[in-house]
């Protein structure tokens, strides 16, 4: 089934450091519907507090666009590029951003965790278990790896040593 080219997608942009909310700015004004997420912060000084409004996701925004409006907002001056995956410009669906909107009208606490987190499926790049493709395992004294056999509903943990390097595999849908 052929894409239509006026079909719409939510891109993930990087922007340049601390520039998000011009980037927002210049996307609104180029007519490119656009999601900045932010949070409300109670920062100190040491002579006052004050709220202040934040981007979530340091060096993003997103993009709802098709491929001619992506074009137009990779252009912008606070814009470095679009985030792609295996070469082509990374789609994001629509539940993801949507959960993230659901989220964050809560006005919880939120924390964003960078790296990979227990539960991520990667595969060991270097060290003793090189090549061994697993779930992530927050173990006591860091992390292990779990190597897990469905059918038999049964998983074999090992803890991974220092010299161990991870990468997130990304499952695709076909």
Known sequence: MKKN???????????????????????????????????????????????????????????????GERLVSVEQQSIVRCVFDVGRPARIPDWQIDNLRTMLETNEDVIVHKGIVPGAKVIIKDGPFEGIIGTVVKG???????????????????????????????????
Do not use: C, M
Not at 30 to 40: R, S
Not at 141 to 166: C, F, H, M, Q, Y
């Open 5 to 67: 080219s006026t079909d719409k997608f939510w891109f993930a942009l990087y922007t340049k450091p601390r520039n998000e909310f011009k980037a927002e700015h210049q996307l609104i004004e180029a007519g490119i519907t656009n999601y900045l997420p932010t949070v409300t912060l109670l920062k100190q000084w040491s002579d006052r507090k004050k709220k202040v409004t934040e981007p979530l996701l340091r060096g993003y925004i997103f993009i709802y666009a098709n491929e």
């Open 140 to 174: 006591e004294t860091g992390k292990s790896i779990s190597v897990s056999i469905d059918l038999l509903n049964r998983s074999v943990i090992a803890r991974l040593p220092k010299e161990s390097s991870l990468e997130a595999i990304r499952e695709t849908s076909n």
